[in-house]
């Protein structure tokens, strides 16, 4: 079972309101993620992917300073990235930003659209990602010393968006679930079991690990959320990879010197503990986006990049379409 795209990108657009006309939303600087290239991934087959990724920007009346975000892949120990082929139209600039360590969005500024003209911004990335593969020897790592681990990674052991991992519930969970396993990959593993078995897989609205807890059905969202949830309880820093149409969790064990890996896991999907079989190019790790209202200035948090188009258009009421593509157009050897 996997997350079907239409209902994951659905949920994840109506919560994060694609089009904001006359506010603005920006990012306000992300934490970056230590350890990130630390892992000595055990890599297998590689598949090449081709992807479009960007936006197709309508106008229904004149609109000034218009801009849009998107996330693309970016560079990881498991993945490479190739720009192949761009289409921006004259008058469109388009830049790319890193926040260090969780994703590169695609920034798209438009000067003024006048009614009926439209904007496709479409660029080509190959994607070259090598399977994950399982470790040899999973009994040699341990659970961090949270003491030892720097801020950012501490962070993956706190509360995010739909991860409540200091409810009392999820805590109680913690303390219980492979509370007797003899190493910390079997402790782990016996977490990533216990969720697969006590929520049954759903389509469903956006609703978080408390409530997926608490319901027990939920989709790739909410058993990644809770798997997530309960590591981070136990001492486990964890956090969510999003890929096309889908996410799995990930979660961090060090070796007796101290190296950290981040391990890749199925959530809902076939079973896959401690390797990843999919070949979809990465677009985000991590699950808690700082993101900045500039209208009214406040700060949010959320759990993905939120893919946003906003401008002043001269007629109120005047919102341009816009269209998100990000596809598969083509498939090749390595």
């Known amino acids: 079972m996997d997350c079907s795209q239409s209902s ?16 603005g939303f920006w990012l306000a600087g992300a934490v970056p993620a230590a350890g990130q290239f630390q892992q000595d991934a055990d890599l297998g087959e590689a598949t090449v992917q081709k992807w479009q990724i960007g936006m197709i920007i309508t106008a229904t009346g004149t609109c000034r300073a218009i801009s849009g975000n998107v996330a693309v892949p970016d560079q990881w120990p498991e993945q490479s990235v190739e720009i192949v082929d761009e289409q921006i ?3 469109v600039d388009v830049k790319y930003e890193t926040m260090a360590g969780t994703l590169k969005q695609m920034i798209i500024k438009i000067t003024e659209m006048e009614a009926g003209e439209q904007a496709k911004v479409l660029v080509t990335f190959a994607v070259r990602r090598s399977m994950q593969l399982p470790p040899n020897n999973p009994a040699q790592f341990l659970l961090p ?6 801020r ?5 052991l706190k509360p995010s968006p739909y991860i409540e991992s200091t409810h009392p519930k999820i805590k109680a969970l913690a303390r219980q679930i492979g509370a ?6 079997q402790r782990v593993e016996a977490i990533y079991d216990w969720v697969r078995a006590k929520v049954e897989y759903q389509d469903v609205p956006l609703k978080g690990a408390l ?17 997530i949830a309960i590591c981070r309880a136990a001492g486990v820093p964890a956090r969510t990879v999003r890929v096309p149409g889908h996410c799995y969790p990930e979660f961090y064990l060090v070796d007796a010197n101290g190296g950290g890996r981040w391990f890749p896991c199925q959530a809902a999907g076939d079973r896959a503990f401690g390797g990843m079989p999919d070949p979809r190019p990465i677009l985000q790790k991590g699950d808690n986006i700082p993101f900045r209202d500039l209208g009214s200035r406040r700060l949010s948090r959320e759990r993905f990049l939120p893919e946003t188009l906003v401008g002043v258009p001269l007629i109120r ?10 596809e598969q157009v083509e498939e090749q050897a390595p």
């Open 8 to 23: 994951f990108e659905e949920k994840r657009f109506v919560r994060t309101l694609i089009v904001l006309l006359g506010m």
């Open 89 to 91: 139209p004259p008058g």
């Open 145 to 150: 010393d949270a003491r030892a681990l720097d």
């Open 152 to 156: 950012p990674l501490r962070e993956y």
């Open 180 to 185: 007797d396993s003899p190493t910390a990959w």
């Open 211 to 227: 409530k997926a807890l608490e319901d027990g059905t939920g989709d790739c969202d909410e058993l990644s959320s809770l798997f």
């Open 317 to 326: 009421g005047q919102i341009p379409q816009v269209q998100v593509v990000c």
